[in-house]
């Protein structure tokens, strides 16, 4: 008796866990998978109540068309948004001239995040060179209808939203995104 009910237990658990990892898996896609915007072609909403610009004057998504432009949504104490930013900052780097924009939006989680020296300090610990606009009001991140640290979101020439990934991963999928919309003209 004591074997059955030791082996229906284990069963429960490991159907209880696989259940758990089906939602978990299921669920990814919509927290941290890659896809095209829900409204494709939308044209990206502009810069709004930024705080201040850190490493650029003012920016607007206006004046960057004809480049690409990825909007990193972040906060210098997010150990997910940490992970992500070599690979951000290799982007940087090695698409920069060929027409890709890097801007980071710094939405705080925490109040002491607002703080601008805080992300001034954060820049020179992570080596951000790019241009970061301090969003501690939420504006932007509230017209992008953003929910998730960190965010991508890659604008296209035109000023489109082409491709969005949330969370970490998808390196290798969202580098492609970014140099086939490099690619076209």
């Not at 070599?86 to 939405?107: A, C, E, F, M, R």
């Not at 949330?166 to 690619?183: D, I, K, N, S, V």
Request: charged share 15%.
């Amino acid at each position: 008796m004591r074997s059955s009910l030791r082996t229906v237990a284990l069963f429960a658990a490991v159907a209880g866990v696989a259940t758990v990892a089906a939602v978990a898996e299921s669920s990814r896609g919509a927290i941290a998978g890659s896809h095209k915007t829900s409204q494709p072609d939308a044209i990206a909403p502009e810069f709004t109540g930024i705080d201040k610009w850190l490493n650029s004057d003012p920016l607007t998504l206006q004046q960057l068309r004809g480049k690409v432009v990825l909007v990193d949504f972040w906060t210098y104490t997010c150990s997910n948004c940490i992970n992500t930013l070599p690979h951000v900052k290799s982007w940087n780097q090695k698409y920069k001239d060929q027409g890709l924009v890097v801007i980071g939006v710094h939405t705080p989680e925490y109040p002491f995040e607002r703080s601008t020296d805080n992300v001034r300090t954060a820049l020179k610990r992570f080596d951000i060179t790019y241009p970061v606009a301090q969003d501690n009001q939420y504006a932007t991140w509230s017209a992008y209808n953003n929910q998730y640290w960190p965010a991508i979101y890659l604008i296209d020439k035109n000023g489109q939203v082409a491709y969005t990934h949330f969370g970490e991963g998808h390196y290798a999928q969202t580098e492609a995104a970014l140099t086939a919309l490099l690619a076209q003209n």
